[in-house]
């Protein structure tokens, strides 16, 4: 299997740390999706990453296709079972939804730097994510115990958040949050696939 990645991809990073997590034999091929790669484009007509090409050349994109695949594949369908069931895929949404506006935020971003920023939806995801940490951290402490993707994907949210929008300060809304951050991105597959902008 091949996975065309970006390291800078809190989505792509997802997928690494399971790769790493279980073992699963994977050729990593970093791109910049933005290149527009022919190659690229043929697999994906949508130039998003990341993306998994299977031994039998079928791709799939859209981190949770791909997690999910390689859950049921490689990890006997381990990382998205936790009880309460349904509390605990209502968790993965809100962090899912959460990352898909830190990255839209990002996006505006760039868009700033081609100066043609919009205030008005900049202000809008700098605020749904900040409405949504106290929310993300009140709902932690109601678990047991956290669903295997949920913990992978919370790291990943947190390290984007200070990776690319420190600005949002998003500790002081989530102490315990943090906390939790330092006891659990220590492991290799963490360490290894930290974000990086070059």
């Given amino acids: 299997m091949k996975l065309y990645f970006s390291v800078a991809s809190p989505y792509s990073r997802l997928m690494r740390i399971i790769i790493r997590q279980f073992n699963i034999a994977v050729d990593e091929l970093e791109i910049n999706p933005f290149d527009n790669d022919s190659d690229f484009l043929q697999v994906n007509p949508l130039a998003k990453v990341p993306c998994l090409v299977l031994p039998n050349q079928q791709a799939l994109f859209d981190s949770e296709v791909i997690a999910r695949y390689l859950d049921q594949e490689f990890a006997h369908s381990r990382l998205f079972t936790a009880e309460p ?64 993707a949920s913990k992978m994907l919370l790291v990943c949210l947190l390290e984007y958040l200070d990776f690319r929008h420190q600005q949002l300060n998003w500790r002081q809304l989530a102490p315990n949050c943090c906390k939790w951050l330092h006891q659990h991105n220590g492991d290799s597959c963490y360490i290894e696939t930290q974000p990086s902008s070059h």
């Fill in 85 to 148: 069931y349904w509390s605990q895929q209502q968790f993965f949404a809100l962090l899912k939804g959460c990352l898909d506006i830190a990255v839209q935020l990002r996006q505006e971003q760039m868009r700033a730097e081609l100066g043609v920023e919009s205030l008005f939806f900049k202000q809008r995801f700098e605020q749904a994510i900040l409405r949504s940490m106290p929310v993300i951290e009140a709902k932690l402490s109601t678990f047991e115990s956290l669903m295997p």
